[in-house]
């Protein structure tokens, strides 16, 4: 952790698979308060932190159904403090409350829209929209904060509005 000016603050977490471990982590989100949320890609969940480093908790494990990861790679956090993750191997974004609550999920799968090929990047505005970094289809796309598919952009290529597997999104 760094001031705005890039002075040296405080560090946590070690390698490993215990709390305030980790192994590859690849997300990181700050919601309202400042608790800091990690995306655990290798340990498939997500863990908790208040602002100064303490463990706060953990969801999530290795599978398929609800609230279980296969790399989570993405997350990001709403104004209200619901946390989007984009679980990049099960194809989909899957919608938490701040303790770690299942809420909905979204996503397959495939080209159409409203599917994904390894979502990566994730990012939600101040009106609650979820923009999804969709990396292998080389296009960005735009949900509801429950999912709904509004609209996409980007495509595969080198021109402008085109994309070659785009990975992080930010919005303003």
């Given at each position: 952790?760094?001031?705005?000016?890039g002075a040296f603050?405080?560090?946590?977490?070690?390698?490993?698979?215990?709390?305030?471990?980790?192994?590859?982590?690849?997300?990181?989100?700050?919601?309202?308060?400042?608790?800091?949320?990690?995306?655990?890609?290798?340990?498939?969940?997500?863990?908790?932190?208040?602002?100064?480093?303490?463990?706060?908790?953990?969801?999530?494990?290795?599978?398929?159904?609800?609230?279980?990861?296969?790399?989570?790679?993405?997350?990001?956090?709403?104004?209200?403090?619901?946390?989007?993750?984009?679980?990049?191997?099960?194809?989909?974004?899957?919608?938490?409350?701040?303790?770690?609550?299942?809420?909905?999920?979204?996503?397959?799968?495939?080209?159409?829209?409203?599917?994904?090929?390894?979502?990566?990047?994730?990012?939600?505005?101040?009106s609650g929209n979820?923009?999804?970094?969709?990396?292998?289809?080389?296009?960005?796309?735009?949900?509801?904060?429950?999912?709904?598919?509004?609209?996409?952009?980007?495509?595969?290529?080198?021109?402008?509005?085109?994309?070659?597997?785009?990975?992080?999104?930010?919005?303003?």
């Open positions: 952790k760094f001031t705005s000016s603050v405080t560090k946590w977490g070690s390698s490993g698979s215990g709390d305030s471990q980790f192994q590859y982590p690849q997300g990181i989100a700050v919601d309202a308060i400042g608790n800091v949320y990690v995306a655990d890609y290798n340990h498939h969940r997500i863990q908790k932190f208040t602002s100064s480093g303490a463990f706060v908790t953990k969801w999530g494990s290795e599978g398929t159904v609800n609230g279980q990861f296969i790399n989570p790679q993405g997350i990001a956090v709403d104004a209200i403090g619901n946390v989007y993750v984009t679980d990049n191997s099960n194809h989909r974004i899957q919608k938490f409350t701040s303790a770690g609550a299942f809420v909905t999920k979204w996503g397959s799968y495939g080209l159409d829209d409203g599917f994904f090929n390894f979502p990566q990047g994730i990012a939600v505005d101040a979820v923009y999804a970094v969709d990396a292998s289809n080389s296009r960005i796309q735009k949900f509801s904060s429950s999912g709904s598919f509004v609209w996409k952009l980007g495509s595969s290529g080198s021109a402008d509005s085109q994309f070659n597997t785009p990975q992080g999104i930010a919005v303003d």
